[in-house]
């Protein structure tokens, strides 16, 4: 199981680069606004960056909404680093487009994921990840997690090699669980993937195992 990190924070980055479990990075407008990267310049610059600190894939999202748009806005922002994957929301133009890329050999995430029809498409259309988002169909109450089983049963029927790509992901649970059905991937804030680390039985034998050694030492 691959673990990105969803943020455009480079010190965050940095931080879950150093911890060395890090697969790659996704982002999206929201999350480069929140960082206060505005300007199609300062974005660009920005993927660069975050592609200097990370290993892996790096998600990029395109803004156009229209099949030409995507396709040259896609097209500058794989040229910019061959670590980008190219984020293509899931609208008929962006299956279009998902479509194009594929054929070129420009890797994509369709991204705005929530229903396994949606899935099945970006599948058809030869997406290298599809982004369910489960933690915002939480939100509206409906079972994110159970997406993901779905997803996954439908591509083990057929091989389709699109990579599941957990999104919206909000704590470790859904980390656990994406793992056990089998996500191919997972994307969460650094919190998500640090708390994994947390057991007060870890705690309570680390600090026995000290105070021993001290004892004799
Ligand atoms: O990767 C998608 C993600 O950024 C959405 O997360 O927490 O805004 O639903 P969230």
New binding site residues.
């Given amino acids: 199981m691959k673990f990105f990190i ?1 943020t455009a924070n480079l010190d965050q980055i940095r931080e879950a680069q150093n911890l060395g479990v890090i697969d790659g990075v ?1 982002t ?1 407008p ?2 480069m606004a929140k960082e206060g990267i505005t300007g199609r310049d300062n974005i660009l610059k920005h993927y660069v960056d975050i592609c200097k600190i990370v290993d892996g894939d790096v998600s990029a999202e395109v803004i156009a909404t229209d099949f030409e748009g995507m396709v040259k806005e896609g097209e500058q922002l794989a040229d910019l680093h061959p670590q980008i994957v190219v984020k293509v929301p899931m609208i008929k133009e962006g299956v279009k487009a998902i479509k194009y890329f594929s054929d070129r050999g420009i890797r994509t995430n369709c ?1 705005l994921v929530f229903s396994a029809g949606q899935a099945l498409l970006a599948a058809k259309a030869g997406a290298t990840y599809v ?1 369910p ?1 489960i ?2 169909l939480d939100d509206i109450s409906t079972d994110g997690l159970n997406l993901i089983a779905e997803i996954r049963l439908i591509y083990d029927n057929y091989g389709f090699e699109t990579q599941i790509l957990a ?2 992901v ?1 704590h470790t649970m859904h980390v656990l669980e994406c793992a056990k059905i089998g996500a191919d991937v997972m ?1 969460g804030p650094l919190s998500s993937i640090e708390g994994l680390l947390n057991h007060p039985l870890t705690d309570i034998g680390l600090e026995k195992f000290l105070a021993d050694y001290k004892k004799g030492n």
């Fill in positions: 969803d996704t999206n929201s999350l991204t982004s988002f933690g915002r999104a919206s909000r994307t």
